[in-house]
């Protein structure tokens, strides 16, 4: 089964708050270690700083939530 990874990001850009589509991609598994990789290769792309960003949302993976592995950007 693939699996998919859709990030979205909610930026402040020249004071104002915007949320930008950053990808959908392609991802090996659904390891901490894989999404994070992955949201990092997506923020570099496009040149995001993490200063930025001032909203994390997730869809209640166990890997986002601690549940077992924790997925930390910051």
Do not use: P, W
């Not at 104002?16 to 270690?33: I, M, P, R």
């Not at 923020?43 to 986002?64: C, H, N, P, T, W």
Request: overall charge positive.
């Amino acid at each position: 089964m693939d699996k998919r990874l859709i990030i979205y990001a909610k930026l402040q850009i020249k004071g104002k708050v915007e949320t930008c589509f950053l990808g959908n991609y392609d991802v090996h598994s659904g390891t901490a270690q894989c999404i994070f990789d992955k949201v990092d290769e997506g923020l570099r792309e496009r040149d995001v700083k993490l200063s930025s960003i001032i909203g994390l949302g997730s869809g209640g993976a166990s890997v986002m939530m601690g549940k077992r592995a924790e997925l930390v950007l910051f």
